[in-house]
């Protein structure tokens, strides 16, 4: 069963969202939202990234300059995070938004 979750990392001030594969725990789509004013930073997807990384190295960095990085490994297990549970409604709603924004960007 997939689950949505966000966190917040108070580092850079960035709040987190992420779309979890429950059979391998890898983050299906991740949402990046910085500031007060939730500016997107990121919102990458697995399969575009394993395109963009099968296409060569200059088409991952342009994907990664657009669109942010995956976390790695297994997300269902966030020690020492305040990680809580969202609905797929509240993702959907912030990888739209942030989708929109980074898209005008590029």
Known sequence: MTQWIRY???DDDIWHYLEIDDSDGH???H???QGSELRPTGAATLTETLAARDAGLAAMQRYERAYGVLPE???RNW???DAELITVTEFDEAWTAARRALDQRT
Do not use: K, M, N, T
Request: with cysteine; charged share 25%; aromatic share 20%.
């Open 8 to 10: 917040y990392w108070p």
């Open 27 to 29: 983050a299906s789509r």
């Open 31 to 33: 949402v990046e939202l």
């Open 73 to 75: 490994g297994d997300c």
């Open 79 to 81: 020690d020492g995070f």
